[in-house]
């Protein structure tokens, strides 16, 4: 199991679009994920959890996986919060 | 006050209950608690139908996306990710396990939470919107009414024994419901014989009568009413005797049934020695499992009309499930399939345009299917298909002429070679026989079987056609007579043309299944017999202990005078003793 805080940087913070994203990209590793903000921590492969996170631009996430392909898995999802979802600045 | 309502009998069964009348949607508020062992299979089919929603998503996004615009594929997405979503999966998964109720219940309850927090978040922007989660959980919700469970409803009242459901018109869930919870007996005001919910009635063997108009406004709820199938009324108002002698009547006919089981094991040889063969008709797997129970030699008809009946035609794959069930079902023993037919009295709603103005006498059975091609083609493709899993038979509805086996060879023989180029396999040998139901192809017998493999005598159309009357026909069913010289000099025509040519035949109408009239077909030397498999061992026991020989004496000496006794008289020779 390895966990690692995260910030977001992109605008819109995690609102249904960056959250699918975040969605697709966990559900592709067998590890589990989760995500934890302002005292809830929820499921990452679930979208419904995610966006019941309600994190704004700026908030700190912390990211835990557990599983086979944890270190990968937190990869992906690092660098899906760095480039900001893809989205335009 | 007595009353004394008439419609048409599915089965002949007798049923003695309250009435109970249904009202519209009761059965449809899918809100029920499950016995404890079957919370296992209700979460399979919550993930099933989670899965083939998710599978329906996944297919509109392949084929779709190309003439759909980002916001219509982020949409789509959303909800397939919503089908995905464990929180909404597991926590329907577990209020059916925690709270033992039924997926349909769970999967509202937990939508309704999870919408709950969504508004408590007030935050619209990042919050799911309301709509998609009601999107996604409305396709699972169809998934779910797609296989309905074998639910045990808390709308009807738990135990149906005693009850009698009367229904403006009954769906085939409706009815698979109501015979689990063993329902005594069904009255519907619309509907006719070959429904679907009749067949499935019929299959079921529970007491239904169709067609009872105003049953609802006349039939009082809770009140004590016989239902007699073999008549088609509805008793109400009864007095205590008529009770009583109902009640003896049904209580005479269960005992008959299981002492007739003994009979089953026994070989199929009359008194005298003369081998016969029972065979069974069977519409849904219901009867295929009946037919092996009674010991068929093999299913000499399953009729297809039934997969035909609902609002869209059945394509390739359907047909070919549905054979291959019935197929697997009869474990080796053959299966003689009819094509479509189609029209007079069961003519599919998609099939309306294709209605004359004289059904009886319009585009009905083969020639239906050789006007369709693509649909005849469809057919031919499954039964093809499935008749590696077993041996089977395709039997053509409603000839007239020698050419019409030409033409519909030439489209199986088509079929068979495209299923090859295919790489598909299929059995190379496949008899095809033809049902001898028409005047014109029992006078021309000989032309007929020349290219057929079987042949197969559908009394009820043949005896209509050759009487000119229309047995639903309250001002001239009078007329129906199955022993009318016509008719017996007919049936003997085919016996022979069959030996002729080598060629079996077999009667699968009414005749077949009446043991007044089993006997009769034996003296005809027609000893192929396929009947529903309800009826098989009291022909089975009346055909034990005939004698093939006097049968023939017996008919063959009428035949040659007929007006020396009433066709009456005839069949009173033939009963047993």
Same mark, same amino acid.
């Given at each position: 199991m390895i966990s690692r805080p995260l910030t977001l940087s992109n605008r819109l913070g995690l609102h249904a679009r960056a959250a699918s994203k975040l969605?697709?990209?966990?559900?592709?590793?067998?590890?589990?994920?989760?995500?934890?903000?302002?005292?809830?921590?929820?499921?990452?492969?679930?979208?419904?959890?995610?966006?019941?996170?309600?994190?704004p631009c700026g908030a700190e996430l912390i990211a835990e996986f557990d599983g086979p392909d944890e270190d990968d898995a937190l990869e992906a999802v690092k660098a899906l919060v760095d480039e900001r979802f893809g989205e335009e600045q | 006050m007595s009353l004394a309502l008439t419609g048409l009998g599915v089965t002949s069964g007798i049923a003695i209950g309250r009435v109970h009348r249904l009202t519209p949607g009761e059965l449809s508020i899918p809100e029920y608690h499950l016995d404890d062992d079957a919370v296992g299979s209700e979460l399979e089919r919550l993930h099933k139908a989670f899965g083939r929603g998710e599978k329906f998503l996944a297919g509109l996004l392949a084929r779709m996306s190309e003439e759909m615009t980002e916001t219509g594929r982020d949409l789509l997405e959303a909800h397939r990710l919503i089908l995905r979503d464990p929180m909404l999966i597991d926590g329907t998964a577990e209020r059916i396990r925690r709270d033992r109720i039924n997926a349909e219940w769970a999967l509202v309850q937990q939508a309704d939470q999870l919408q709950a927090e969504f508004r408590r978040m007030g935050d619209e922007y990042l919050a799911l919107r309301h709509e998609d989660l009601e999107q996604a959980v409305g396709l699972v919700r169809r998934e779910l009414a797609e296989q309905p469970a074998l639910f045990v409803s808390t709308q009807v009242p738990h135990r149906l024994e005693d009850t009698i459901?009367?229904?403006?018109?009954? $769906?085939?869930?409706?009815?698979?419901?109501?015979?689990?919870?063993?329902?005594?007996?069904?009255?519907?005001? *619309?509907? $006719?014989?070959?429904? *679907?919910?009749?067949?499935?009635?019929?299959?079921?063997?529970?007491?239904?009568? @169709?067609? @009872? *108009?105003?049953?609802?406004?006349?039939l009082d709820e809770s009140e004590g009413v016989i239902l007699d199938g073999h008549y088609g009324a509805v008793l109400a108002g009864a007095d205590e005797g008529l009770f009583s002698h109902y009640r003896e009547k049904r209580e005479a006919s269960r005992r008959r049934r299981l002492d007739?089981?003994?009979?089953?094991?026994?070989?199929?040889?009359?008194?005298?020695?003369?081998?016969?063969?029972?065979? &069974?008709?069977? /519409?849904?797997?219901? /009867?295929?499992?009946?037919?092996?129970?009674? $010991? @068929?030699?093999?299913? $000499?008809?399953?009729?297809?009309?039934?997969?035909?009946?609902?609002?869209?035609?059945?394509?390739?794959?359907t047909q070919y499930r549905a054979y291959r069930a019935a197929i697997e079902a009869m474990q080796g023993r053959p299966i003689t399939i009819r094509t479509l037919d189609a029209g007079g009295d069961k003519l599919p709603a998609m099939l309306g345009f294709t209605k004359g103005p004289n059904p009886a006498l319009g585009l009905r059975g083969l020639r239906l299917s050789l006007s369709l091609s693509e649909l005849f083609v469809q057919q031919i493709r499954a039964i093809l298909r499935a008749s590696v899993h077993g041996p089977v038979e395709i039997l053509l509805p409603m000839l007239t002429r020698a050419d019409e086996i030409v033409q519909a060879r030439k489209v199986i023989e088509r079929c068979r070679d495209e299923l090859r180029s295919e790489g598909v396999a299929v059995d190379p040998e496949l008899p095809v026989g033809g049902m001898i139901e028409t005047p014109a192809a029992a006078l021309d017998v000989d032309q007929l079987a020349g290219p057929l493999d079987f042949l197969s005598i559908g009394t009820n159309d043949l005896i209509q056609y050759v009487l000119a009357i229309d047995r639903?026909?309250?001002?001239?069913?009078?007329?129906?007579?199955?022993?009318?010289?016509?008719?017996?000099?007919?049936?003997?025509?085919?016996?022979?043309? &069959?030996?002729? *040519?080598?060629?079996? @035949?077999?009667?699968?109408?009414?005749?077949? &299944? /009446?043991?007044?009239?089993?006997?009769?077909?034996?003296?005809? &030397?027609?000893?192929?017999?396929?009947?529903?498999?309800?009826?098989?061992?009291?022909?089975?026991?009346?055909?034990?202990?005939?004698?093939?020989?006097?049968?023939?004496?017996?008919?063959?000496?009428?035949?040659?005078?007929?007006?020396?006794?009433?066709?009456?008289?005839?069949?009173?020779?033939?009963?047993?003793?």
């Amino acid at each position: 199991m390895i966990s690692r805080p995260l910030t977001l940087s992109n605008r819109l913070g995690l609102h249904a679009r960056a959250a699918s994203k975040l969605v697709q990209t966990t559900a592709r590793f067998d590890s589990e994920a989760w995500l934890s903000h302002g005292g809830k921590r929820v499921n990452a492969k679930s979208i419904m959890g995610v966006l019941l996170l309600g994190a704004p631009c700026g908030a700190e996430l912390i990211a835990e996986f557990d599983g086979p392909d944890e270190d990968d898995a937190l990869e992906a999802v690092k660098a899906l919060v760095d480039e900001r979802f893809g989205e335009e600045q | 006050m007595s009353l004394a309502l008439t419609g048409l009998g599915v089965t002949s069964g007798i049923a003695i209950g309250r009435v109970h009348r249904l009202t519209p949607g009761e059965l449809s508020i899918p809100e029920y608690h499950l016995d404890d062992d079957a919370v296992g299979s209700e979460l399979e089919r919550l993930h099933k139908a989670f899965g083939r929603g998710e599978k329906f998503l996944a297919g509109l996004l392949a084929r779709m996306s190309e003439e759909m615009t980002e916001t219509g594929r982020d949409l789509l997405e959303a909800h397939r990710l919503i089908l995905r979503d464990p929180m909404l999966i597991d926590g329907t998964a577990e209020r059916i396990r925690r709270d033992r109720i039924n997926a349909e219940w769970a999967l509202v309850q937990q939508a309704d939470q999870l919408q709950a927090e969504f508004r408590r978040m007030g935050d619209e922007y990042l919050a799911l919107r309301h709509e998609d989660l009601e999107q996604a959980v409305g396709l699972v919700r169809r998934e779910l009414a797609e296989q309905p469970a074998l639910f045990v409803s808390t709308q009807v009242p738990h135990r149906l024994e005693d009850t009698i459901v009367v229904a403006t018109e009954l $769906g085939p869930a409706e009815i698979t419901v109501l015979a689990q919870r063993k329902v005594a007996g069904l009255i519907t005001e *619309h509907g $006719g014989p070959w429904s *679907h919910a009749a067949i499935l009635a019929r299959s079921l063997e529970i007491p239904m009568l @169709v067609g @009872v *108009h105003h049953a609802l406004n006349l039939l009082d709820e809770s009140e004590g009413v016989i239902l007699d199938g073999h008549y088609g009324a509805v008793l109400a108002g009864a007095d205590e005797g008529l009770f009583s002698h109902y009640r003896e009547k049904r209580e005479a006919s269960r005992r008959r049934r299981l002492d007739l089981r003994r009979y089953l094991g026994r070989a199929s040889l009359t008194r005298d020695g003369q081998a016969f063969t029972l065979l &069974g008709n069977a /519409d849904l797997l219901p /009867d295929f499992e009946r037919c092996r129970e009674v $010991g @068929v030699e093999a299913v $000499g008809l399953m009729r297809t009309e039934y997969l035909y009946l609902d609002d869209a035609l059945p394509d390739e794959d359907t047909q070919y499930r549905a054979y291959r069930a019935a197929i697997e079902a009869m474990q080796g023993r053959p299966i003689t399939i009819r094509t479509l037919d189609a029209g007079g009295d069961k003519l599919p709603a998609m099939l309306g345009f294709t209605k004359g103005p004289n059904p009886a006498l319009g585009l009905r059975g083969l020639r239906l299917s050789l006007s369709l091609s693509e649909l005849f083609v469809q057919q031919i493709r499954a039964i093809l298909r499935a008749s590696v899993h077993g041996p089977v038979e395709i039997l053509l509805p409603m000839l007239t002429r020698a050419d019409e086996i030409v033409q519909a060879r030439k489209v199986i023989e088509r079929c068979r070679d495209e299923l090859r180029s295919e790489g598909v396999a299929v059995d190379p040998e496949l008899p095809v026989g033809g049902m001898i139901e028409t005047p014109a192809a029992a006078l021309d017998v000989d032309q007929l079987a020349g290219p057929l493999d079987f042949l197969s005598i559908g009394t009820n159309d043949l005896i209509q056609y050759v009487l000119a009357i229309d047995r639903s026909d309250e001002l001239v069913n009078y007329l129906y007579d199955p022993t009318h010289p016509a008719v017996l000099f007919l049936l003997q025509r085919i016996q022979q043309a &069959g030996a002729r *040519h080598n060629c079996p @035949v077999t009667v699968c109408g009414e005749l077949a &299944g /009446d043991e007044r009239t089993a006997r009769l077909l034996l003296g005809l &030397g027609l000893n192929r017999l396929s009947m529903p498999p309800s009826v098989l061992p009291g022909i089975k026991k009346s055909l034990l202990e005939a004698s093939a020989a006097d049968c023939r004496r017996i008919v063959q000496a009428w035949l040659d005078d007929p007006a020396d006794a009433t066709g009456q008289e005839l069949l009173e020779r033939l009963s047993p003793e």
